[in-house]
């Protein structure tokens, strides 16, 4: 890093005025100490802004009552104070830089400022001593000599080096200009991977607030939609310094809110920016909070969604004048990538739904809308993994209707086809909601009952089913119709360990149990009892 040199101070550069000698040799202090910290890497740039501000400020203040005091040349007086103006307007621009620009590039700018001023120190300041003790001993004004060589030379250094601080800043603003366009090109770099990586509309917007505030010339972003049909804005994501006063003040969509910038970018469906919010009189009745907050340039942009305006990103920076034509452009491509986000959400969302229907669709029998058999072959075996789990008896009954053929044969499909999905949902109404029921084909079903501590639990509850073919069957047209039940049931892991293996036992106990439909006591068999 380049290290500037330290300065000597010495009697030979005194002006004879005590005050402004002692203030100018504070002055080398600062200057040296500016030297210092660029040297070894420790510079904090605000602190030494603000200790030439406070030097300046009390240094001017001396020199300003000197003239008042005594009537030095008007001429000289009047170039003097212009010269204070110009350095004072240089330390508000370089406080400005410092807020963004790293501390080497704003130290390169004091190293100018401190050569201005010590220039003002070594030429103008002594001419104005000379006065000054002149016109306090009573002697005779020195003439100045318009011809003096090294007068000119000093006045020509100085309009050089106010030439080249100008210019430094100049270039320091233009470099502060293209390093905030970079970090913004990052932070739309950033913005893609935060919509990749997210995994909810809550998700996205804070992430996304939360990435625009770090390293950016922005330290507020908030995303904001009116509630529903109403008038209230709500916050959907805000990260950032003042965001208070957004959750105390809420934009609504009513007359005396018309003139906020985010109300008006929604109604408008536009972007809009202020690059001065303090002298922007669309927005008088939020300078106060914006000043204090320091939001001194602010934009709104609409978050299209579907094709239609879905939200407001509201961005504020404490820099006046950060919005230029390429950093406009970086704001609208985030928010146009926002809404892309946003719409292939959705799209995912539209999928998966779409997915969710077709496996409901795959595991629905389309007569009854009860479970299928491709769902009931998932489901038993989740079942027999669980019993295994918990060291309890799962029972498979399969359930064949009587006299369903006869129902066809007299009334026609139409009416068997009601009858069967009237029977599914009485089997349905009767059973615990911890049991599957489901349609495998035809007039057969099978019941699965879980977490039984023995046989006689189910045996317990099996004539609640019965209930469903006590009734006749009203069918289409208004004929009734009665049907009656077999069921064989398999126990695990008493009489089968796969699905294949319950199914074929309980298939071979319900044909047991129809051999057997004119003498049998139930009208149920278990896999035991057709042995």
Known sequence: MHKLPELRWDTSIATGVAEIDEQHQHLFDIFNAAARAQADGSAQADALIGELIDYTREHFRTEAELMRQWPVDPQRKAAHLQAHQRFTEFLDQAQAVAAEQPAEAVLDLLAFLAQWLLHHVAGVDTRLAREVRALEAGEPLPVADAGDP??????????????LVQRTFELLSERERLANLQK????????????????????????????????TPFHAAWIGRPQGDGELFEVLAMHGDGIAQVESALPRLTPEYRASMTVRAWTGQQLLYSNDTLADPLIAPWHAGLARHRWFSALAVPILRGERIWAVLTLASPRRGTFDEATIDVCSRIAALLGYGLDELDLK????????????LARTDALTALPNRYAFDEHLREAIARAQRQGLLLALGLLDLDDFKRVNDQHGHDSGDALLREFGGRVRAGLRSADFFARLGGDEFVVVFEALADGAQIEAGLPRLHRAVETPFTLPGGARATVGMTMGIALYPVDGQTVRELLRE???????????????????????DAA
């Open 349 to 360: 969302a539209r999928i998966q739904s779409l997915q969710s229907v077709e496996a409901s």
């Open 184 to 215: 913004l090109y990052q932070a739309l770099l950033h913005s893609g991977d935060v919509l990749i990586q997210s995994r909810s509309e809550h998700e996205m917007v804070d992430s996304l607030c939360s990435k625009i505030v770090q390293h």
């Open 150 to 163: 090294l007068q000119r030379m000093g006045d020509a250094l100085g309009q050089l080096t106010d030439a």
């Open 506 to 528: 309980a298939d071979a106990a319900m044909y047991q149990a129809k051999l057997r439909k004119g003498d049998r006591t139930h009208w149920w068999r278990f896999v035991g």
